[in-house]
């Protein structure tokens, strides 16, 4: 299974690091990463592969959004099927 990660917030120094040591920890690969700055404010979209990781997506979802409390971020994801339906609207 695929998901779509995103990541939203103030622009700071280690924010990739961090977001993809969590998907590391998990086992969860990045396919493919985009990221831009926008004046201050940091913007990522990554595809990642979610065939080998070992905890459910619930718990991935809760552990992302852990991580973006503590890092001042908001950090999303979504099923690659869900993300496609909600932008066929």
């Not at 001042?72 to 066929?88: C, N, S, T």
Request: hydrophobic residues 45%.
């Amino acid at each position: 299974m695929k998901a779509i990660v995103t990541v939203i917030g103030k622009d700071k120094t280690g924010i990739i690091a961090q977001v993809s040591t969590v998907l590391a920890d998990n086992m969860v690969n990045i396919l493919d990463i985009s990221q831009t700055i926008l004046q201050d404010y940091f913007t990522m979209i990554m595809l990642v592969d979610l065939s080998n990781m070992k905890i459910s997506f619930s718990e991935l979802h809760s552990i992302l959004e852990e991580k973006g409390k503590t890092i001042g971020l908001q950090i999303k994801i979504q099923r690659e099927e869900v993300f496609k339906a909600m932008h066929q609207i």
